[in-house]
């Protein structure tokens, strides 16, 4: 049972993460910030490889990117949910 609520919980907090995205007018699943990054990062890999092989591979970059971010934000909800609850137990 606990698991199920945790996967319920998991939901909620990635469709927050989601709208957060979306009000601040980010149109992928991942931060302005965090797709800054990525590019800057592949700008060095772009003249190596043919088109479609970099697009490929952007894309793979992207999507781990996008899932590293969503998870590291569930994570720290947890984290700050957590200490909120040792702290007002005083």
Same mark, same amino acid.
């Given at each position: 049972?606990?698991?199920? %609520? ?18 601040? $007018? ?5 931060? &302005? *910030?965090? &797709? ?8 060095? *890999?772009?003249? %190596?490889?043919?088109? %479609?092989?970099?697009?490929?591979? &952007? ?16 994570? $720290? ?11 007002? &137990?005083?």
């Amino acid at each position: 049972m606990y698991k199920v %609520q945790e996967t319920f919980m998991d939901e909620i907090i990635r469709k927050l993460h989601r709208d957060l995205l979306l009000e601040k $007018g980010c149109k992928e699943r991942m931060s &302005q *910030k965090t &797709q800054e990054e990525v590019c800057s990062l592949l700008k060095e *890999k772009e003249g %190596q490889m043919d088109e %479609q092989d970099y697009r490929y591979y &952007q894309e793979e970059i992207f999507l781990a990117a996008s899932v590293a971010e969503e998870n590291g934000f569930v994570d $720290g909800f947890r984290y700050a949910f957590r200490l909120f609850s040792e702290c007002i &137990q005083e």
